[in-house]
């Protein structure tokens, strides 16, 4: 990819590598003095998801509950009614979350009447004051600008690993429908929320990979979430190692160092860390989580149990940026 005239040439995976790799406390220094550059360091946003159509995906994503290939206990559901997502983000915002994420179990969106109440979805629930994400799967140009109109603040759409490992997790889409996508969004004024999935059996050098190729981009992500996978029983990836939790505080900290400006969400998979793990993510650079008893398709900790965490380490939820209009 050519360089954007301005902007330095992004990390190569050596110098990504290089900062990885130092001993601990120089890296959590360095990625606390990051933080600190743009980011108010006692503050965590909390995000809250919402899964607006569940089950029934045509994709083979090997991590997930969601996709036909795969032999899971889940039950699919249609896409829900604009009331009932009002009121799931209504609650969530009362709850102190100030991002609220719809996720749809689609391989790419399609125009039409279901399209249609995603955007009116969008637009009720930007106007609660909330920033408003949407990950609908591959999305063609016009659907991005409607999205943007409406109102949406970010889409989610993540890379999960290194180009040369993609294939073994993902058979029905190429890295470089991804990459498309992530264009597209862009070109539209969105802010690009891109992450990964560790835990699938990939190597140190998948995930840094991934960081190498965030950096790439041609707009950097706003936000990028650090999954940790959820096994899920049926699922290809369902008996996958778990992340040694030392290499999650590395990774945390050098994608904190990496993009300075971005949140990084320790996104799925805490309820299986010790408050301790978590406590390190946000030393780490971590200012932001999904907040609320669910993710998509499986549980998250309690609400409750989160303030409590972020109150023992002195942190407070992040005020909400911007006014409701209704
Ligand atoms: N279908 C859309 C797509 O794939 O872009 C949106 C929904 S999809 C469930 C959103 C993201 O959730 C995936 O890109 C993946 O990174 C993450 N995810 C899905 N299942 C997961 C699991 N079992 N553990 C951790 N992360 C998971
Ligand atoms: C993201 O990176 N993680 C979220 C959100 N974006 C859509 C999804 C996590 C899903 C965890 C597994 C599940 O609940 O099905
Ligand atoms: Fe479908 Fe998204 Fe699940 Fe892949 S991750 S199977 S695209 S819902």
Redesign the pocket.
């Known amino acids: 990819m050519p360089p954007t005239p301005g902007r330095p040439m992004p990390p190569t995976l050596d110098t990504i590598t290089d900062l990885y790799q130092q001993p601990l406390a120089d890296l959590i220094l360095q990625a606390q003095a990051a933080l600190r550059q743009y980011h108010d360091p006692r503050q965590v946003q909390l995000c809250t998801l919402g899964n607006i159509k569940t089950g029934g ?1 045509p ?1 083979d ?1 090997g ?4 996709s036909v290939h795969h032999a899971t206990a889940l039950k699919p559901e249609p896409l829900m009614a604009v009331s009932d997502v009002v009121a799931a983000a209504q609650a969530a915002q009362a709850a102190g979350a100030t991002r609220f994420c719809m ?5 790419e969106v399609k125009d039409g009447p279901q399209f249609e109440r995603v955007l009116e979805m969008v637009s009720q629930v930007a106007a609660l004051g909330v920033e408003v994400c949407c ?3 591959m999305l063609q140009p016009h659907q991005a600008q409607r999205l943007k109109a409406a109102g949406l603040t970010a889409y ?3 890379l ?1 690993t290194s180009p040369e490992y993609y294939g073994e997790v993902i058979q029905t889409r190429a890295y470089a429908d991804r990459l498309e996508t992530l264009a597209t969004v862009a070109e539209a004024g969105l802010s690009v929320c891109c992450g ?2 560790v835990g699938m059996g990939e190597t140190v050098a998948d995930r840094l990979r991934l960081l190498e190729v965030l950096g790439q981009l041609p707009t950097p992500p706003e936000s990028i979430p650090v ?6 029983a049926g699922t290809p990836l369902a008996g996958a190692e778990p992340i040694p939790p030392l290499e999650l505080i590395r990774l945390i900290a050098t994608t904190r160092i990496l993009f300075p400006r971005a949140r990084v969400r320790l ?3 805490r309820l299986q860390m010790s408050p301790e793990l978590q406590a390190l993510c946000f030393l780490a650079g971590a200012n932001s989580i999904f907040a609320g008893s669910k993710l ?1 398709t ?1 549980p998250n900790p309690d609400q409750d149990e989160d303030l409590a965490l972020l109150m023992a380490l002195g942190l407070t939820p992040r005020p909400a940026a911007v006014a409701p209009t209704v």
């Open positions: 995906c994709e994503c991590y997930c509950a969601q996720g749809a179990a689609w391989r990950t609908l799967g989610n759409h993540n999960d990964g999935i999954n940790c996978l959820v096994p899920i996104a799925a998979g998509l499986t």
